[in-house]
C-alpha cells in the first residue's frame, strides 16, 4: 500500500478546525446594531436596553489570531516530523495518523473549554505530548548521530546545518574534491567566505559564456583576475590582495595541493557545480615567486582536444592533399600557430590517424593533454636539460615507434634527431611561426641541411583561431565594394555579417543577447594553410628555389591563411574585424 501523502491527511483536518473557528468567532462580528428608536420616543444612556451577556460574544479579536498561530506552528512541525519519518522508515502511516488525532483532540479542546487561558495550555500538552513521543520513540530507532538532543551543542549543530543549507541553496557555485566530495560553502564567520564570493563572481561570469581558463596573479599592491574566453582575455571583478591570496589558498586546499608551499609548481583537480552551465572539471595551476602568487583555473581541459581530424575545419581543397600526403608512412609534419590558437588540438587530432592497436603510437610532452587509448605518453620531467630530453628521446626513437609527437624541440640536435629517423618514423612537431612557409624555412635552418630538411618534411599545417559569429544577434550590411575589391573578394558578395550581442524583443526594445551574453562570438573556429610536400616541392626545397616553390604550390591550389579566414567571412561564419586580431597575433 502506498505511504500516507501528509498534506492530504492534514487537509480535512485543518479545514474542519477552520470551519469550527468560523462558527465560534462569526457572531462577534456579526452582531446585529440595536434598533433605533420610533418617532417621538427617546432614549438616554440610563433607559436604553442592553443586550444580556453571552460567552459567544466575548471572543475577542486576538484570540482567533493566537489559535491560527499554534495550528499553522503545529502544521509545519509534524510536516517535518512526516518527512523524518518517512526517512528513517519510522511506521509513518501510524505516526500520521496520531498527529491527525493529537490535532484534532487538541484544537476541540482550544475551542471547546469556556475559558480560552485554560483551553491553551490544555491544548498545547497535548499536542505537545504528541510530539514528544514521536521523537522519544524515533531517538531509540536511529542511529546515536542522528539522535534529537535539546542540549546547547544539538541546537548549535541544527542552526548550523540550516545555516550551511541555506548558503548551498544561495550559491551559484559549489566546490567539489576531484572524487565528487562536496564541500560546504564558507559563511560569514568563515575566512574563506570572502574568497568563495569572489571566486564565484569570476566563474558566474566566466562559465556562462564558453571560458576556457580563468587567471589570478596577486603580489602586495594589487590582484589580477582575468577569463579567457574564444581566446580574448576579459577583466573579471576587482579581488583584493588579501582577498585573493586567501582564494589561492583557499582552492589549493580543496584540489588536494600543498597549502603551505607557495614556490613550487604544483597541479590538481576539483570540480564544480555551477547554478546555470552544470558540472565542470577545473585544473588547477598554482606557483610562486619573489614577485607574487599566481593561479590559474583550466575549465574542462581536454574538452576539444578530442576532435576529430575531418572536422578540425580545412576547406575540400585542403583535406584530401593532406590525407593523401599523411596516408604515407614515415615523414615530419610541422603544426605551426601561436600560443593558445590550437596547436595541441590539431596534433592530438593527426594523431588520432593512426590506429596505435597496429602501430606503435609514443608523445613526449610536457604534460598530457588528453589521454588516447593504446597511445603511449611520455611526460618529459619538468627542469629536464636539452641532453636528458635528448637521451631519452633517442631511447624512444630505438624501440621503433611507427609514429611520434613531440611536444617541442629542446635544440638543434632534437631536430637532427627526428629528422635522420623520418624515413620510417611518422613524427608531429609544433613549431610556432607566423605561416607555413616561415615554418619551412625555420625548420631547413635549425637542420643547416637543405637536402636533410627537404627529404624528412612530409607537409607544413599553419593555422590560425577565429570566434565564431553568434548567429542569434550576428548584423548583415551591404560591404562596400572598394572594401571588397581592398579585401580580393568578389564583387558579387551583396552581404557579410559582424557581432552585436544585442537583440530586439518584440516590443522594439534593445537588450543583451542571451545566447551570447553581449560578447557577439560564441566558440571559435580554425582557419588553415596547408602546405603538402610531394616530389616537386621537394626538389625546390632542396635547391633552395624559394620563389618556384610558392609557384608550385599555388598552382596545386594552395589557400593562404588569409584566404582561408576570409572564406569564413563571406560564409558568415565570422566577421573582419575577427580575423583582422586572429591573424595579427601571430605577427607578434
Not at 502544521?75 to 500520521?96: C, H, M, P, Q, S
Not at 564544480?272 to 581541459?301: K, Y
Not at 631519452?392 to 624501440?399: I, K, P, V
Amino acid at each position: 500500500m502506498d505511504k500516507p501523502d501528509t498534506a492530504k491527511l492534514m487537509t480535512p483536518t485543518i479545514a474542519l478546525l477552520a470551519l469550527v473557528l468560523l462558527l465560534f468567532t462569526w457572531p462577534a462580528f456579526s452582531q446585529e446594531a440595536p434598533a433605533a428608536p420610533a418617532d417621538g420616543q427617546t432614549e438616554t444612556l440610563t433607559t436604553m436596553s442592553v443586550p444580556p451577556a453571552s460567552p459567544v460574544y466575548l471572543v475577542s479579536v486576538y484570540k482567533p489570531i493566537i489559535f491560527l498561530i499554534l495550528l499553522t506552528g503545529w502544521g509545519w512541525i509534524v510536516g517535518n516530523l512526516d518527512k523524518d519519518a518517512e526517512y528513517y522508515f519510522l511506521k509513518r502511516t501510524v505516526w500520521a495518523s496520531a498527529h491527525m488525532v493529537a490535532g484534532a483532540v487538541g484544537f476541540g479542546v482550544l475551542l471547546l473549554v469556556p475559558l480560552f487561558w485554560v483551553g491553551l495550555p490544555l491544548a498545547i500538552l497535548i499536542l505537545g505530548g504528541e510530539i514528544a513521543g514521536y521523537i522519544y520513540y524515533r531517538n531509540e530507532q536511529v542511529p546515536a548521530k542522528d539522535k534529537w538532543t535539546a542540549s546547547l551543542d544539538s541546537f548549535r549543530n541544527k542552526t548550523s546545518q540550516m545555516r550551511q543549507a541555506h548558503a548551498k541553496h544561495s550559491a551559484s557555485v559549489l566546490l567539489m574534491t576531484k572524487d565528487d566530495t562536496k564541500q560546504d560553502v564558507p559563511m560569514g564567520d568563515d575566512p574563506n567566505h570572502a574568497a568563495h564570493l569572489a571566486l564565484e563572481a569570476g566563474l558566474d561570469f566566466a562559465l556562462p559564456r564558453g571560458a576556457e581558463q580563468v587567471d589570478l596573479l596577486v603580489d602586495a599592491e594589487k590582484a589580477r583576475f582575468t577569463t579567457r574566453i574564444d581566446g580574448v582575455r576579459h577583466a573579471l571583478p576587482e579581488v583584493e590582495p588579501a582577498v585573493a591570496v586567501t582564494l589561492i589558498d583557499y582552492v589549493k586546499g580543496i584540489a588536494k595541493l600543498d597549502v603551505a608551499d607557495r614556490r613550487k609548481k604544483q597541479v590538481g583537480i576539483l570540480r564544480c557545480d555551477h547554478s546555470t552551465t552544470g558540472r565542470h572539471t577545473l585544473e588547477a595551476h598554482t606557483a610562486g615567486s619573489t614577485r607574487g602568487l599566481s593561479l590559474s583555473l583550466r575549465i574542462d581541459p581536454g574538452a576539444q582536444v578530442g576532435i576529430a581530424f575531418e572536422k578540425l575545419g580545412l576547406a575540400p581543397v585542403q583535406l584530401s592533399p593532406l590525407k593523401a600526403a599523411l596516408a604515407e608512412p614515415g615523414g615530419i609534419v610541422l603544426v605551426t600557430a601561436p600560443s593558445k590558437h590550437g596547436t595541441t588540438t590539431t596534433i592530438y587530432s593527426l594523431l588520432q590517424e593512426h590506429d596505435p592497436y597496429i602501430a606503435s603510437v609514443m608523445t613526449w610532452e610536457d604534460e598530457v593533454a588528453y589521454p588516447i587509448e593504446g597511445v603511449s605518453h611520455n611526460v618529459i620531467p619538468p627542469g629536464s636539460s636539452a641532453d636528458q630530453i635528448n637521451e631519452r628521446l633517442g631511447a624512444m626513437l630505438r624501440s621503433d615507434p611507427n609514429v611520434m609527437m613531440v611536444g617541442r624541440l629542446a635544440d638543434a640536435k632534437t631536430a637532427k634527431m627526428l629528422a635522420d629517423a623520418a624515413e620510417e618514423v611518422r613524427c608531429y612537431l609544433p613549431l610556432p611561426k607566423e605561416d607555413a612557409m616561415s615554418s619551412l624555412i625555420a625548420w631547413v635552418k635549425l637542420l643547416g641541411d637543405q637536402k636533410l630538411a627537404a627529404r624528412s618534411l612530409r607537409a607544413v599545417v599553419a593555422q590560425r583561431l577565429v570566434r565564431r559569429l553568434c548567429p542569434t544577434c550576428r548584423q548583415s550590411y551591404t560591404p562596400d565594394p572598394g572594401a571588397l575589391k581592398k579585401l580580393s573578394l568578389p564583387a558579387t558578395v551583396d552581404k557579410l555579417y559582424r557581432a552585436s550581442g544585442k537583440v530586439t524583443d518584440e516590443k522594439g526594445r534593445e537588450m543583451t543577447c542571451p545566447a551570447c551574453h553581449g560578447m557577439g562570438y560564441r566558440g571559435r573556429v580554425a582557419v588553415f594553410e596547408s602546405l603538402v610536400v610531394d616530389d616537386t616541392a621537394r626538389e625546390l626545397i632542396a635547391t633552395n628555389q624559394g620563389d618556384k616553390l610558392k609557384a608550385h604550390l599555388r598552382k596545386n591550389r594552395m589557400l593562404y591563411l588569409q584566404e582561408s579566414a576570409l572564406a569564413k567571412v563571406v560564409e558568415g561564419v565570422t566577421d573582419i574585424k575577427e580575423i583582422t586580431r586572429a591573424l595579427a597575433e601571430g605577427k607578434k
